[in-house]
């Protein structure tokens, strides 16, 4: 362990509280193959946790023993039994059964009890983790603890680029990747060790626009690196992706197309696979970025995204591969004057129509909302559109748009609301959470993925309190019915401090951050209205006369988008009665109001404020929270590290100017608009 960089919540401090659990010093294992990596790695874990928090020597027993007072029994279960399918490729079940836990108290002992290694590990790591939250350990344990993680792929999507930049990276550089190489070292390690701990099992390691060298990843010039990558990985449980140029045929293989169903293209194809499974036998799959935003895809050769999809998966699936293609195909060569072309229809335009074709290991990946990761969308139509598709689920903890990890901003809570929005389609168990654990339609593959916001910054995430969204992402993917605060606090204590004030506080922050974000930035669900190209900062008609279909259309009498029957149509695209709603000015949601209707600045919210004074008010309550937040992070001076403490700080100063610009420039320009003044009658330029 070296001190270039900080362990956040694996970090373990010293804890008093759990002193009987002092006899806990022994464990032995039965069942478990003893070379496993994935046990050598738990039981280093175990070792080291208990050794930093409870100053315990772990030792494990051996045949000349006699049989001490207390252990830790790691044991392999036999109440499921484990089913080899007929071919390579697994499927939800066989992830889960191989991952679900069990921990429990037999007389003085623990007993960790789990089908596959990987369960081992993530039971360790609960153990851990109960003591590092001062959890009292009976209580957690006595009646037996059983967790089988809720989604079946838990994954982080790196765009990372090989020159060792990240695209929408605001924690630094790379770590992955230095001049166009991979960078192997200590930090890979512990990279690894931090996100399965907290239950992450999958990483795409490279940027999904992938160009220039990255599209060289499948060659020899990478294999070695990326097998050894893979190896990593694989001992703690997490399998390797790669993005995927879909144009390799041509950029690399000098072929002259790229047409899914043109026979020179599936040989190369298929010779390319054999070579990269051969050279990288790690490899779980690959993702792809096709047809969008300039990257090549199968449109070009008048072929659908499912002939694209497939005609990889049936190749890759030999290897016991998979095949997650996004869904994030729009056309951004739009004009503005254009009102009919309509960006958040895009993906079930382009996707619905082949519910059914795609093959069994293609998985569609989804953003959460049929834009591009604002502080307020609805959710994508696709989540309960598609019936007989796999699909996950796609989130962005990287704050694109939502602050940059320079402004606070903690997603859980969002996250909670997409995963319990109700698509009504048609099944019992209904709730994007229920279709992406893959219950709702039996899918083989389902999941989450996250696109990340590492990077080689000291602390990993910028902002130390951004790393809340990171650790956050993973438990909530594990356990979708862990709860943001409940989750803000198991972080806090393992990564800052376990003093009761000291959570508190930072709880307070954390918690309303994100409504808080809202407030200040684009109002009512409308998006956007950033700084073009960085998207940080306030500009309100930033994107307004651009290619890229992002418009709040605003004019001297109201603004918003109409996506009603009489517009775009888009609230169509939903489930009943979730298209009724969303289609009535009446019916739909204040927060989301402007997304599906063009209003005028006097219409009356159900809040019982104008749209115009909505905007007045949340803007100026926005930015007075926002310096509310910033002074209680100040009364924690001297009771967190003096670094946190610094980071922090020197963050909170940036984002009350980011805070105040977007409310000046806001309400400002709605009020020169609208030339409705504050009925508070405060400053507005
Ligand atoms: C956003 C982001 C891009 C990214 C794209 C994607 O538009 O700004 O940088 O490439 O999403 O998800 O592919």
Request: some cysteine; hydrophobic content about 35%.
């Amino acid at each position: 362990m070296n001190d270039n960089y900080a362990k956040l919540w694996l970090d373990y401090k010293p804890r008093n509280i759990h002193q009987e659990y002092k006899r806990l010093t022994y464990f032995c294992i039965e069942g478990f193959d003893r070379s496993d990596i994935i046990i050598c790695n738990a039981i280093k874990e175990l070792s080291f946790g208990l050794r930093k928090m409870l100053g315990i020597s772990l030792k494990e027993i051996d045949e000349n023993d006699s049989t001490p007072e207390a252990y830790i029994l790691i044991r392999k279960t036999n109440k499921i039994s484990e089913k080899k399918s007929a071919d390579k490729l697994s499927s939800n079940k066989e992830i889960l059964d191989r991952e679900e836990f069990e921990i429990s108290i037999r007389g003085n002992n623990l007993c960790i009890e789990a089908l596959g290694s990987v369960g081992i590990l993530y039971g360790v790591f609960d153990f851990l983790r109960t003591i590092a939250c001062d959890r009292n350990i009976p209580d957690t344990y006595s009646k037996g603890r059983k967790i089988r993680p809720t989604n079946p792929l838990r994954m982080l999507d790196h765009w990372d680029n090989m020159d060792g930049n990240i695209e929408r990276g605001y924690s630094g550089k790379s770590f992955f990747y230095e001049n166009n190489e991979i960078i192997i070292n200590e930090r890979t390690y512990d990279y690894a060790r931090l996100i399965a701990s907290v239950g992450i099992n999958a990483v795409v390691i490279n940027n999904v626009n992938v160009k220039a060298a990255a599209s060289y990843m499948i060659t020899d010039r990478y294999f070695d690196k990326l097998n050894k990558l893979g190896e990593i990985f694989a001992g703690y449980g997490i399998g390797l992706f790669i993005s995927l140029n879909y144009a390799s045929t041509i950029e690399i293989g000098g072929l002259d197309s790229a047409d899914p169903l043109d026979e020179n293209v599936r040989a190369w194809w298929k010779e390319k696979m054999a070579e990269v499974f051969r050279r990288i036998p790690s490899l779980k799959g690959f993702l792809v970025k096709a047809d969008s935003e300039g990257r090549p895809g199968p449109f070009t050769y008048g072929r659908t995204q499912a002939d694209g999809a497939n005609m990889l998966a049936d190749i890759v699936k030999e290897y016991g591969a998979i095949i997650i293609w996004r869904c994030f195909v729009y056309n951004c060569r739009q004009d503005w004057r254009d009102t009919k072309t309509d960006r958040a229809r895009a993906g079930y335009d382009n996707f619905m129509p082949m519910d059914g074709d795609y093959h069994d290991n293609v998985i569609l990946q989804i953003k959460n909302g049929p834009m591009d990761f604002q502080i307020r969308e609805p959710v994508s139509p696709l989540l309960g559109g598609l019936r007989k598709t796999n699909q996950m689920l796609e989130v962005q903890i990287a704050q694109e748009y939502t602050g940059q990890q320079i402004d606070v901003c903690y997603l859980i809570p969002m996250f909670k609301e997409i995963l319990g929005f109700k698509t009504y389609c048609g099944k019992e168990n209904d709730t994007v959470a229920d279709i992406i654990s893959g219950e709702t339609f039996g899918s083989r593959f389902s999941g989450i993925a996250a696109v990340t916001n590492t990077g080689n910054d000291f602390n990993w995430t910028g902002n130390y309190l951004a790393g809340a969204n990171l650790f956050g992402f993973g438990r909530l993917a594990f356990e979708n019915n862990l709860d943001a605060e409940t989750i803000a606090e198991e972080f806090i204590r393992m990564t800052i401090s376990d003093d009761d004030r000291v959570v508190n506080t930072i709880k307070e922050i954390l918690l309303p951050s994100r409504a808080i974000y809202e407030k200040y930035t684009c109002p009512l669900g409308i998006g956007w209205m950033v700084t073009p190209a960085t998207h940080y900062g306030c500009s309100v008609d930033g994107y307004e006369y651009d290619r890229w279909g992002t418009y709040h259309r605003a004019d001297h009498l109201g603004l918003g988008v109409d996506r009603s029957d009489k517009g775009t149509g888009y609230a169509l695209q939903y489930n009943e009665p979730n298209s009724s709603v969303y289609n009535s000015k009446k019916k739909c949601p204040d927060e989301l109001v402007l997304f599906f209707h063009h209003l005028s600045y006097d219409h009356v919210l159900h809040s019982g404020k104008t749209v115009i004074q909505h905007i007045y008010d949340s803007h100026f309550e926005g930015f007075d929270e926002a310096k509310e937040m910033a002074a209680k992070w100040e009364t924690l001076k001297g009771d967190v590290s003096n670094e946190i403490y610094t980071n922090v700080s020197e963050r909170f100063k940036r984002q009350l100017l980011n805070a105040r610009e977007w409310c000046d420039q806001v309400n400002s320009y709605f009020y020169r608009k609208s030339g409705i003044p504050d009925k508070y009658g405060r400053q507005i330029w």
